[in-house]
């Protein structure tokens, strides 16, 4: 989901309201900038519809629209893509120290339970588990999932309530929640959509897996 955050006044709302402004984005924003510099706000609604606010006489005479510039150190990218959600997820790894002044370790949580020795690049959420004999290489794992012994992970995503069985190897992936992936499977450059069963011993390769229309639940 591409999504936008805006702060506005309550007058702003009322436009929306009274006049066909069918984008934020591409229609509201150019029009207050435009008009920023009017003496009167009056002036403002008036263009935007004949029927006056009641309110705007309270309302400060100049209007003005502000933008929000972040620090030289801060750390942004656009998603609204699979491909720009995993590059974002890759990174996050690379950054996190100079964002947060925190060290990496901090990506693996203290609620988790990670008893493999081969991880590197990886971060682990909330009571997540972990066996041993496991290897795990530039991955994002999610809440409470469950990773069993001899499974080898790498450049992958695992979303919330994801479930590894034994002898799985998963490259290039992006698993999404409540995902169970049976023993001895094979997943390269795949999509497997929400709640999804892989069978055992499954072979997968640049493949979209997923129970009609249940990639992401929104």
Excluded at 50 to 60: D, F, K, L, W
Aim: charged fraction near 15%.
């Amino acid at each position: 989901m591409d999504a936008h955050i805006y702060v506005v006044k309550k007058w702003i709302v009322d436009i929306l309201k009274t006049h066909s402004i069918i984008s934020i984005k591409g229609e509201l924003l150019p029009f207050i900038v435009k008009k920023q510099m009017c003496e009167q706000k009056f002036n403002l609604t008036h263009d935007a519809n004949s029927n006056q606010n009641q309110n705007c006489a309270t309302e400060p005479a100049i209007t003005k629209c502000f933008i929000s510039l972040a620090p030289e150190t801060s750390f942004g990218l656009r998603i609204n893509t699979l491909q720009s959600f995993y590059q974002a997820n890759q990174q996050i790894y690379n950054v996190f120290e100079t964002v947060t002044n925190m060290p990496v370790s901090c990506l693996i949580t203290k609620t988790c339970d990670v008893r493999s020795t081969q991880m590197a690049k990886t971060t682990v959420g909330e009571q997540s588990v972990i066996q041993e004999k496991t290897s795990i290489n530039k991955s994002t794992i999610g809440a409470s999932c469950k990773i069993n012994s001899k499974v080898r992970l790498s450049d992958s995503i695992l979303m919330d309530n994801v479930v590894i069985e034994k002898n799985v190897i998963i490259e290039n992936s992006i698993i999404c929640d409540k995902t169970v992936v049976n023993s001895g499977s094979v997943l390269r450059n795949c999509l497997v959509g929400f709640n999804y069963i892989i069978p055992m011993g499954s072979k997968n390769e640049s493949s979209n897996l997923t129970n009609l229309n249940n990639f992401m639940p929104i």
